[in-house]
């Protein structure tokens, strides 16, 4: 009986502890409420508007989608270019990263500060600087007219190449960033252990180090694709109309035909589709590679 | 098999810090030396010289009779155990033994027998199909030696491969490692901080301070015959007195003029080192020629378990330590603390070095 009672009130507070917020601290629920609250809203408001026209119930918005063809192109073309842009990112991204992380650290600081510094410039003078870079006149075509590389201007500004040039250069710090703190994590005497034990420093690369540094890969590439597949402002401008993509369709819906529930629709089919790629990821990175 | 190593001359800086300077050793084939020495001491330069993850500024390092300082590290076929065993943790522990083996393209079969071989010397077979993440740090250590021993390298290095287990563990593979070493016969040179682990381990023990080596001797000579008082003070629990100068007076050196011969002619500043399991308790009054005498009054007597440790204060108020064992006999000859005991220190027991400058 003693046992009993103490042991109900040793377990008591323990058991508090994980269920509920004491009084005092529940000021500090405030910021996550309202987060959940202008965040959680409009997001479930979206949802309602895509399943439904004019007052009712319908799945209208879904069904036109898989009806219409144009639909079927844009979400392919998307889904494409933000493959083909996150693909060019890991190329580049991966030496260029382990070239900044096997420098000294005041270097490899300087080196991200190079890296960071067009990140933090705005979107949209690097996307308006791309497109001078790219004209038919531009800087790049000029020169390779003048370098006899090629006789006729290439034609890189409003289309899909552009877009592409555009979106990997805003992309590779997102890829950089992530992989940089991996790579960094990585133990270097893991690729010494492999030296010393008769792996070549290429080797010792693909053996060893890119394998540990899969997980950071995973998730820059990851942050890329999905950024990508929602990009509205560089393929506008520099696909010049010859690129649609999501992001662009529902504007287009929004403000030319004031059609909100096509968007919402549209807006639920991407927020699937960056779902779906979170969970392939999660499911390909090894557990034991995870951190 | 087996291959020497010979070092000369090597010098290695960064910036105006030397961490070795000038060190010259020769390690004969198939023996076990530890370099001991503190932190910043050279010890882990040197095996990363030897290993090639190191690049010294001067000197030479011979391998049999290949001068291996030009050669990359996956050239100089040499087995590492680093401190953290740097094993593969996207690798089973079959396929971090078997990498060597695939790198040097030896065929599945043999392959398989090797590494099969090299987990039974470790006394892991049947754990090859584990993850690392899997295994305590103990098996992990066995697993790193497994792997750096799998490719029959000529010469074996291990970085501190104890220091992350606890201290019984510590000693049982202690004991693993020096039989290990004596079924394979190969030349292995292991770094250490710990002075009890270099004296079990070694053929020769190797003490490094500032990037020197200060002396190379057995673990016996070592502790025995320390050649300065660095070695004396970084090697066991020693107390110092001086022997010359005021501070002398402390000591009754009633020693034979064989011993101050070949022990203290020629010290400018002789230092008495006193081992504190050697100093012994004799009755007030005994002064028998061939010992140093000291009186002093028992203070702090420690009880550790499998040793008892006095602090004795001397006269000019200097403290000697003396140990030991707890026998009930050997107890009951400890006087109680404020007592005053005569200490005995027989000269073939006693060791005097030179007072550093």
Same mark, same amino acid.
């Given at each position: 009986?003693?046992?009993?009672?103490?042991? +109900?009130?040793?377990?008591?507070?323990?058991?508090?502890?994980?269920?509920?917020?004491?009084?005092?601290?529940?000021?500090?629920?405030?910021?996550?409420? $309202?987060?959940?609250?202008?965040?959680?809203?409009?997001?479930?408001?979206?949802?309602?508007?895509?399943?439904?026209?004019?007052?009712?119930?319908?799945?209208? %918005?879904?069904?036109?989608?898989?009806?219409?063809?144009?639909?079927?192109?844009?979400?392919?073309?998307?889904?494409?270019?933000?493959?083909?842009?996150?693909?060019?990112?890991?190329?580049?991204?991966?030496?260029?990263?382990?070239?900044?992380?096997?420098?000294?650290?005041?270097?490899?600081?300087?080196?991200?500060?190079?890296?960071?510094?067009?990140?933090?410039?705005?979107?949209?003078?690097?996307?308006?600087? !791309?497109?001078?870079?790219?004209?038919?006149?531009?800087?790049?075509? /000029? !020169?390779?007219?003048?370098?006899?590389?090629?006789?006729?201007?290439?034609?890189?500004?409003?289309?899909? /190449?552009?877009?592409?040039?555009?979106?990997? %250069?805003?992309?590779?710090?997102?890829?950089?960033?992530?992989?940089?703190?991996?790579?960094?994590?990585?133990?270097?005497?893991?690729?010494?252990?492999?030296?010393?034990?008769?792996?070549?420093?290429?080797?010792?690369?693909?053996?060893?180090?890119?394998?540990?540094?899969?997980? =950071?890969?995973?998730?820059?590439?990851?942050?890329?694709?999905?950024?990508?597949?929602?990009? #509205?402002?560089?393929?506008?401008?520099?696909?010049?109309?010859?690129?649609?993509?999501?992001?662009?369709?529902?504007?287009?819906?929004?403000? @030319? #035909?004031?059609? !909100?529930?096509?968007?919402?629709?549209?807006?639920?089919?991407?927020?699937?589709?960056?779902?779906?790629?979170?969970?392939?990821?999660?499911?390909?990175?090894?557990?034991?590679?995870?951190? | 098999?087996?291959?020497?190593?010979?070092?000369?001359?090597?010098?290695?800086? #960064?910036?105006?810090?030397?961490?070795?300077?000038?060190?010259?050793?020769?390690?004969?084939?198939? &023996?076990?030396?530890?370099?001991? +020495?503190?932190?910043?001491?050279?010890?882990?330069?040197?095996?990363?010289?030897?290993?090639?993850?190191? %690049?010294?500024?001067?000197?030479?390092?011979?391998?049999?009779?290949?001068?291996?300082?030009?050669?990359?590290?996956?050239?100089?076929?040499? =087995?590492?155990?680093?401190?953290?065993?740097?094993?593969?943790?996207? @690798?089973?522990?079959?396929?971090?033994?078997?990498?060597?083996?695939?790198?040097?393209?030896?065929?599945?079969?043999?392959?398989?027998?090797?590494?099969?071989?090299?987990?039974?010397?470790?006394?892991?077979?049947?754990?090859?199909?584990?993850?690392?993440?899997?295994?305590?740090?103990?098996?992990?250590?066995?697993?790193?030696?497994?792997?750096?021993?799998?490719?029959?390298?000529?010469?074996?290095?291990?970085?501190?491969?104890?220091?992350?287990?606890?201290?019984?563990?510590?000693?049982?593979?202690?004991?693993?490692?020096?039989?290990?070493?004596?079924?394979?016969?190969?030349?292995?040179?292991?770094?250490? %901080?710990?002075?009890?682990?270099?004296?079990?381990?070694?053929?020769?023990?190797?003490?490094?301070?500032?990037?020197?080596?200060? &002396?190379?001797?057995?673990?016996?000579?070592?502790?025995?015959?320390?050649?300065?008082?660095?070695?004396?003070?970084?090697?066991?629990?020693?107390?110092?007195?001086?022997?010359?100068?005021?501070?002398?007076?402390?000591?009754?050196?009633?020693?034979?003029?064989?011993?101050?011969?070949?022990?203290?002619?020629?010290?400018?500043?002789?230092? $008495?080192?006193?081992?504190?399991?050697?100093?012994?308790?004799?009755?007030?009054?005994?002064?028998?020629?061939?010992?140093?005498?000291?009186?002093?009054?028992?203070?702090?007597? $420690?009880?550790? =378990?499998?040793?008892?440790?006095?602090?004795?204060?001397?006269?000019?108020?200097?403290?000697?330590?003396?140990?030991?064992? /707890?026998?009930?006999?050997?107890?009951?000859?400890?006087?109680?603390?404020?007592?005053?005991?005569?200490?005995?220190?027989?000269?073939?027991?006693?060791?005097?070095?030179?007072?550093?400058?």
């Amino acid at each position: 009986m003693t046992t009993g009672v103490a042991a +109900g009130r040793a377990a008591a507070p323990a058991a508090d502890r994980g269920r509920s917020l004491h009084p005092r601290h529940w000021p500090f629920a405030v910021p996550a409420v $309202l987060v959940t609250l202008v965040v959680l809203l409009p997001f479930l408001w979206l949802g309602l508007l895509s399943f439904t026209d004019g007052g009712g119930l319908s799945l209208v %918005h879904y069904q036109r989608m898989l009806e219409n063809p144009s639909y079927a192109a844009i979400l392919g073309d998307t889904v494409l270019l933000s493959l083909l842009v996150t693909a060019i990112v890991i190329v580049l991204g991966i030496p260029t990263t382990y070239f900044i992380v096997r420098q000294p650290p005041w270097l490899a600081t300087l080196m991200l500060a190079g890296v960071a510094i067009p990140f933090w410039t705005s979107l949209l003078v690097r996307t308006y600087a !791309w497109m001078v870079l790219l004209q038919r006149r531009g800087l790049i075509n /000029t !020169w390779l007219v003048d370098l006899g590389i090629i006789d006729r201007p290439l034609r890189m500004a409003n289309s899909f /190449t552009g877009t592409t040039i555009g979106m990997v %250069h805003i992309m590779l710090p997102f890829f950089i960033f992530p992989l940089y703190s991996a790579m960094r994590q990585i133990d270097p005497d893991m690729v010494k252990a492999a030296r010393s034990l008769g792996a070549s420093p290429s080797r010792a690369f693909w053996d060893v180090f890119l394998p540990l540094a899969t997980p =950071g890969i995973m998730a820059g590439g990851l942050l890329s694709f999905v950024l990508c597949l929602g990009f #509205y402002v560089t393929p506008q401008l520099l696909g010049g109309g010859n690129v649609t993509t999501i992001s662009m369709k529902i504007q287009q819906n929004v403000t @030319m #035909y004031s059609e !909100w529930g096509a968007s919402s629709a549209l807006g639920v089919v991407l927020l699937v589709l960056v779902v779906l790629c979170f969970l392939a990821v999660q499911g390909l990175v090894p557990r034991r590679l995870r951190q | 098999m087996a291959s020497s190593i010979t070092i000369r001359g090597l010098s290695k800086h #960064y910036g105006a810090f030397a961490a070795l300077s000038d060190v010259s050793i020769d390690i004969p084939a198939g &023996q076990f030396v530890t370099l001991l +020495g503190p932190s910043g001491s050279g010890k882990t330069t040197l095996l990363m010289s030897i290993a090639g993850f190191a %690049h010294p500024d001067r000197g030479s390092i011979r391998i049999d009779d290949q001068e291996i300082l030009g050669l990359e590290p996956d050239k100089r076929d040499i =087995g590492v155990v680093f401190q953290n065993y740097a094993l593969f943790p996207h @690798m089973s522990v079959e396929e971090n033994v078997a990498y060597p083996l695939k790198l040097r393209r030896v065929p599945a079969a043999e392959r398989a027998a090797r590494v099969k071989h090299a987990l039974q010397a470790v006394q892991m077979e049947g754990f090859g199909a584990r993850r690392i993440h899997e295994l305590s740090g103990g098996q992990r250590q066995r697993i790193a030696v497994a792997r750096a021993i799998v490719f029959e390298p000529r010469i074996i290095l291990m970085d501190e491969p104890l220091s992350a287990l606890d201290k019984k563990l510590r000693e049982e593979m202690q004991i693993e490692l020096k039989h290990l070493h004596q079924r394979l016969g190969r030349t292995i040179v292991y770094v250490t %901080h710990d002075q009890k682990e270099a004296l079990t381990l070694a053929d020769q023990v190797v003490v490094m301070d500032k990037g020197r080596i200060v &002396q190379k001797d057995s673990p016996r000579a070592i502790y025995e015959q320390p050649r300065s008082r660095f070695v004396a003070d970084f090697i066991g629990n020693s107390s110092f007195l001086p022997l010359s100068g005021p501070a002398a007076a402390s000591v009754e050196a009633l020693v034979s003029d064989g011993f101050r011969r070949r022990q203290l002619d020629g010290l400018a500043r002789p230092l $008495l080192v006193i081992r504190p399991e050697k100093l012994e308790i004799v009755p007030a009054g005994e002064s028998e020629p061939g010992s140093f005498y000291l009186d002093a009054t028992v203070g702090e007597v $420690l009880f550790q =378990g499998d040793l008892v440790v006095v602090f004795a204060q001397l006269g000019n108020g200097e403290t000697v330590r003396l140990q030991r064992g /707890t026998r009930r006999t050997a107890l009951s000859t400890i006087p109680p603390e404020g007592a005053p005991v005569r200490l005995a220190l027989h000269e073939e027991d006693a060791v005097v070095v030179e007072e550093d400058a």
